[in-house]
């Protein structure tokens, strides 16, 4: 089966706190969660039934075996995973707050720079899964290193050459990053390639000094699409002329990781269905965000970033149920 979404980034181990509202050295016990938001979104789309393929590197061990396994399980296309003889798979220590935000503190004794995903080889990349793809989704971590950054540039053109869209999601992890001073610029160059983009609310401040969606569309000037997400306050959107607010879902929240790759995952999955309509109809451009929202709230309800994804039947009830 064609691949219509190709992921490409991180995929990794949350190991995620049991303990709440605590410092990372007062944690006394972790469990350990799939995660990485770019194999979120290839899981999550493929549970919508929406085929996807994930691009990265993992290394040679136990940890690795485990997450392509997982990927396989899932039904996501495997077929652009390298693997590196020496460097780990990457795990990630995240502690929550009393009401579940996570905060991404610790890589462990590990250097950042020393895991597998920041080696991820340009020139090992399947050119034939861009041929009939439809969309290319990219995060910013990889731009911190530099093989992974040549393969993201690479993909990003041939996506350009095969008139695949590309969707970024901003996802600003400053303890990914060496050099901070070295994020802004790579950053923004990189989301002028992109046709659709999705940051919080938070990123966007930093990076654009406003949250309002319209206002970044006009400093990118050749971004279509801007998806700007604000947690429990919802999400603001500009996709094309339309520009709205879609409120969030009130529900019993667990743990909020990965609901935004989820929100994502649900975006593309209506994107996809839909196509240029989303950016020409204001009524088609709202439903899209409220099917999203749908699906990353839902994935809160759940601990683990992967585990807690809906499928399409509990998304449609969830929406014929709900009450705002």
Not at 58 to 67: F, R, S
Request: with cysteine; glycine share 8%.
């Amino acid at each position: 089966m064609t691949s219509l979404i190709l992921c490409l980034g991180e995929i990794l181990f949350d190991l995620l706190a049991d303990q709440n509202d605590r410092e990372i050295t007062q944690v006394t016990s972790w469990t350990s969660y799939p995660g990485g938001a770019p194999a979120n979104v290839a899981c999550a789309l493929v549970k919508l039934g929406t085929p996807s393929a994930f691009m990265g590197c993992v290394g040679e061990d136990k940890q690795g075996d485990t997450l392509i396994d997982l990927l396989k399980t899932t039904g996501v296309d495997i077929t652009g995973i390298q693997r590196h003889q020496t460097a780990p798979t990457r795990q990630v220590y995240v502690t929550r707050s009393k009401n579940g935000e996570r905060h991404f503190a610790s890589f462990g004794e590990t250097p950042t720079t020393e895991f597998a995903d920041t080696r991820l080889v340009a020139d090992n990349l399947p050119n034939f899964l861009f041929r009939d793809a439809k969309i290319l989704v990219l995060g910013t971590l990889g731009l911190a290193y530099p093989d992974t950054r040549q393969a993201m540039y690479r993909a990003i053109k041939l996506a350009k050459e095969n008139q695949v869209k590309v969707l970024i999601d901003l996802n600003w992890r400053p303890v990914f990053w060496e050099n901070l001073e070295d994020a802004p610029p790579l950053i923004l160059e990189m989301l002028r390639c992109a046709d659709t983009i999705k940051c919080s609310d938070d990123e966007a401040k930093w990076l654009f000094n406003t949250d309002r969606p319209q206002e970044i569309q006009q400093q990118l000037k050749t971004v279509k699409g801007v998806l700007v997400t604000k947690g429990e306050k919802g999400c603001q959107y500009c996709l094309g002329e339309n520009l709205g607010q879609v409120d969030s879902f009130k529900v019993a929240t667990v743990d909020t990781t990965g609901a935004g790759d989820s929100f994502l995952a649900g975006f593309i999955h209506q994107y996809l269905k839909q196509d240029e309509k989303i950016f020409l109809s204001e009524q088609i451009a709202k439903e899209i965000v409220i099917y999203a929202s749908a699906v990353g709230a839902l994935t809160t309800t759940k601990p683990g970033a992967i585990a807690s994804q809906p499928n399409p039947q509990e998304v449609q009830t969830f929406l014929a149920n709900y009450q705002h």
